[in-house]
């Protein structure tokens, strides 16, 4: 990207005339590297997105329209921008100027100054000059000239982080230059309070003759580059992300940015030569955050290539998203844009669990065992997307509805356990992504399934070179299963020598007593998904093996099981557990253990978990009730995890512990979302009686632990006052957090509880939470952060009672109006219905099952629908923004009335008029 220059007549004035002989000594383009394009044929979702190329002539009629307007975006009182587009994008391809403006508005998010960047945008040319050979983007900033002082003291007015701080603090007390001259962009002065406003602080361009992916929900396509991270670059450059490193300029012989001020060759020492290697530091040179382009066809304020993909390196490849990273905004807030509130998300990352998957016609596969998802910032994947071409027959089933093959199927987290593929005949092609609640990652690689005979099948899979598993083998448990026992088909399992088989053991209805495997291979063991009705694990002896109902010393997957009865005797240690998960430290690859929709009940301990330092732990919308020891000196918890890599718990009920806590965590990570929490009582509501536990949430050895959207109830029985403990037996990681928020915290029973006890004062990030009955919200008091507080969105039926005809199909939209007083975007809805009247909701022209959070995602908002029943249904409605959910909505009912009871006499119909 080929930045010139524009410099003021006079020291501090606006922007004369552009300057554009600025020679060899600044070429900043960002160099394309060549790539081989996607193959012929190739229908991979991220190929299907629009590209835009010069020769193709794919102008699109937004892009044609906006030529030569000035489109304004921002809020006011804060960060606005001016683009006026000119001439050159009418033969701009689709998706152009939606991509810019997904740029704006993001820059808007991240900065809060509440000052106006004007900026000209071309296509194929940048100002009205020919783009430099081989430049994807190129951008002509106007800038203006200062002292050292005048920067220095404007840094030093506006620092707001702790970086600008740190950045201040390290500017000597004079010129480090020498004498040098500083020239800041026209936009970067007005940010720091230094100039006035200009007609046009800059110009972008972008080259007419690459391929580039415009869609900002997929930045990764092959053969094309990421547009949305080029353009990120150039606009950047415009608000001042320039290096001169001693450039002469419009007759000065040497000039510096606010950037060269944050550049150095070693702690203390900077480094204002161009073509030395440099590094970019807040601190002095103490911490360097990366390393400075030293190419002599990049720019020296770009980053050097090898640190990732990145939106602001000198030099990019086609294929892969190049985002704005925490790093880049490290930098843009030290050279003087203020960072808002809002987080820096980095997008989750999607793999297949193998490329090819051989399977027997008809054989069901769980959905979240073709994939693996990840996300860097720890953030929940809230929401996934497949897409299938359908041409071997095989099919997605939500909620055992089938799907169809070429376009997105949506489905939220808590729908990814009722989601299936089912092989067809042949070969089909499959792709998956996540979204974190902020970002949709890029598409997987494509995976294939291939269904065969049994025998074909059989025959593939021996025959992979890489040894892959003709998908799960599925073992089946019951009184017409291959199985008559758990531990029977587990014993099966266990014995199989090849690694990478697949069992999955399906468990029909009924009550297996004292029935007790034991799991030394990676497997999954749940509730016959076909078939309705509780399966329960009951112990009526005291356990054989002294641990659990279910011993693991592998990686495990449980679902829908009922566990109850698990104990043994006090001088074995009274803590008989439903599960207990005995991993070790060297597991490799490391031990995942995994519970979803269980119930665990009347055992001394729920779940008791070993020590593996590397192992992941999830337990998901499960119940845990009147577990525990009676006896006073055992103190036993419903969950127990010992030194783990990380426990997330969410969506589960917790209530009638007796003496020992709810949830006791050791491991590096906690996250505790969205649970009900009884602390020494119950819900009469939930058929629990009454405990005495100890601590709701006990985090004994610190770490980084967020507590989010759970309500916590203390109880009289409750043998502490403490709610929420922290670090109380001392913090053993390195890093150590503590973050509280979106919670309900009411007290019932004493006149002294404490909602959190942070034992070592860890700062503790508390965010609108609520104290009931709590004498002591934190202590101590000192440790207290308050972050920014997030409103929940607002949400209103648009009427209370409508009349409906039986049948009568609405859109879920028109039912009801949602607005966010903090201008955040609703990214998710959750409906509900009691279903009295026979009226339900339709996703995707779906049916969903009554008296149950329906979940939809903002872009599944318009394939939804109500369809009235015979009778009358209530229904609710709640948004969520992102961070908070909403209040439920007031209710409001749906009648199906017929025609004769909704029109008076000598009424008619009404006539719908419909125009095109």
């Keep these: ?138 951008s002509e900033t106007n800038v203006g000239l200062f002292s050292y002082s005048q920067v220095k ?92 490193v001693g450039t002469p300029l419009s007759g000065l012989s040497h000039t510096y940015t606010a950037l060269d001020l944050f550049r150095y060759a070693s702690p203390g020492s900077r480094q204002l030569a161009a073509g030395h290697p440099a590094y970019f530091s807040v601190d002095g040179g103490n911490t360097g955050l990366n390393n400075f382009n030293t190419a002599a066809n990049g720019d020296a304020g770009d980053w050097a290539s090898g640190g990732g993909n990145d939106s602001y390196n000198a030099f990019v490849s086609a294929g892969v998203a190049e985002p704005v990273t925490a790093n880049d905004l490290r930098v843009m807030d030290a050279i003087g844009w203020d960072l808002s509130t809002a987080k820096i998300d980095t997008p989750p990352v999607v793999t297949p669990t193998s490329s090819n998957i051989a399977a027997s016609p008809g054989q069901l596969f769980d959905a979240s065992s073709l994939f693996t998802a990840s996300d860097p910032d720890g953030d929940a994947i809230t929401q996934y997307d497949f897409w299938d071409t359908g041409g071997g027959g095989g099919q997605f089933l939500v909620d055992g509805a089938a ?184 597991s490799d690859p490391p031990a995942s253990f995994i519970v979803e929709n269980c119930t665990f009940t009347g055992n001394q301990e729920g779940i008791l978990t070993g020590y593996d330092a590397s192992e992941t732990i999830s337990i998901a919308n499960s119940t845990f009730a009147n577990n525990g020891n009676p006896d006073q000196g055992y103190f036993q918890h419903a969950l127990y995890v010992n030194f783990a890599g990380s426990l997330t718990v969410t969506g589960s009920l917790f209530g009638g512990q007796l003496i020992g806590h709810d949830i006791k965590s050791r491991a590096m990570v906690t996250t505790i979302t969205d649970n009900r929490i009884y602390d020494g009582a119950a819900d009469p509501a939930d058929g629990i009686g009454a405990g005495s536990t100890s601590y709701g949430i006990d985090t004994p050895n610190g770490g980084v632990v967020t507590i989010s959207g759970n309500l916590i109830v203390q109880g009289p029985a409750t043998q502490n006052s403490i709610m929420v403990d922290y670090g109380t037996e001392g913090l053993v990681y390195d890093s150590n957090s503590l973050s509280v928020s979106n919670n309900t915290f009411i007290s019932t029973g004493l006149s002294q509880a404490i909602g959190i006890y942070d034992a070592f004062a860890t700062p503790v990030q508390l965010n609108n939470n609520t104290f009931e009955g709590v004498a002591t919200p934190v202590y101590p008091a000192s440790a207290i952060i308050n972050s ?67 979940y939809v995602s903002a872009a599944q908002l318009a394939q939804t629908a109500y369809q009235s029943g015979n009778g009358t249904d209530t229904l609710w409605v709640r948004a969520y923004d992102g961070t908070q959910w909403s209040a439920w909505s007031p209710s409001f009912t749906v009648s199906g009335l017929s025609t004769d009871q909704m029109l008076g006499a000598g009424q008619q119909p009404p006539t719908l008029i419909a125009h095109s």
């Design 788 to 854: 920014p507080e997030d409103t929940p969105p607002v949400v209103t039926p648009t009427s209370s009672n409508i009349t409906a005809s039986p049948g009568q199909l609405f859109d879920a939209s028109s039912l009801f109006t949602a607005s966010d007083p903090d201008g955040d975007a609703i990214t998710q809805y959750d409906f509900w219905d009691t279903g009295g009247g026979g009226g339900q909701f339709l996703v995707d022209g779906a049916a969903q099952p009554a008296n149950g959070d329906i």
């Design 153 to 244: 003291s404007a840094l030093a007015a506006d620092a707001k982080s702790a970086d600008d701080t740190s950045a201040v603090d390290s500017l000597p007390a004079t010129d480090p230059t020498g004498g040098g001259s500083f020239v800041l962009a026209t936009a970067e002065a007005k940010a720091l309070g230094l100039g006035a406003n200009v007609a046009v602080d800059g110009y972008v361009g972008f080259s007419s003759s690459a391929a580039y992916t415009f869609d900002p929900n997929n930045r990764a396509v092959a053969g094309a580059y990421d547009f949305i991270g080029v353009a990120e670059h150039e606009i950047s450059e415009v608000m001042g992300r320039i290096a001169l």
């Design 403 to 586: 799907q169809p093959a070429n376009g997105d199927i949506y489905v939220s987290a808590p729908q990814l356990a009722q989601t299936a593929y089912q092989s067809g005949n042949g070969t089909d092609t499959l792709w998956v992504r996540a979204y974190d609640g902020t970002q949709w990652s890029a598409w997987s690689p494509s995976f294939t399934v291939t269904s065969g005979t049994s025998a074909d099948a059989a025959s593939t899979a021996s025959s992979d070179p890489a040894g892959q598993a003709a998908g799960p083998i599925i073992l089946t448990v019951g009184p017409d299963g291959q199985y008559q026992t758990i531990s029977d088909a587990v014993a099966f399992a266990d014995a199989d020598t090849n690694p990478s088989d697949n069992f999955d053991i399906q468990v029909a209805p009924g009550t297996y007593t004292n029935d007790f495997p034991e799991v030394t291979r990676p497997m999954t063991i749940e509730a016959d998904p076909n078939a309705t009705g509780p399966v329960v694990l009951l112990a009526t002896e005291l356990l054989p093996n002294d641990k659990g109902i279910i011993l693991t010393t592998s990686s495990l997957t449980v679902r829908g099981l009922t566990f109850e009865g698990a104990a043994i005797s006090n001088a074995d240690g009274g803590n008989g557990a439903g599960i207990r998960d005995q991993n070790v430290d060297g």
């Design 1 to 138: 990207m080929t930045d010139t220059l524009a410099i003021a007549a006079a020291q501090g004035e606006a922007a004369g005339s552009l300057e554009s002989d600025l020679g060899p000594d600044l070429p900043e383009t960002i160099g394309s590297q060549s790539v081989p394009a996607a193959a012929g044929g190739e229908t991979d979702p991220g190929s299907m997105q629009a590209q835009g190329n010069a020769a193709s002539g794919d102008a699109s009629s937004a892009s044609a329209s906006l030529a030569g307007a000035t489109v304004q975006m921002g809020a006011a009182g804060g960060l606005v921008f001016n683009i006026t587009y000119d001439s050159s994008i009418s033969s701009a391809p689709a998706g152009f100027t939606a991509a810019i403006a997904d740029v704006v508005n993001y820059y808007t998010s991240v900065f809060s100054d509440p000052v106006t960047i004007n900026i000209d945008v071309g296509w194929g040319e940048v100002g009205g000059q020919a783009l430099a050979s081989g430049a994807l983007g190129e």
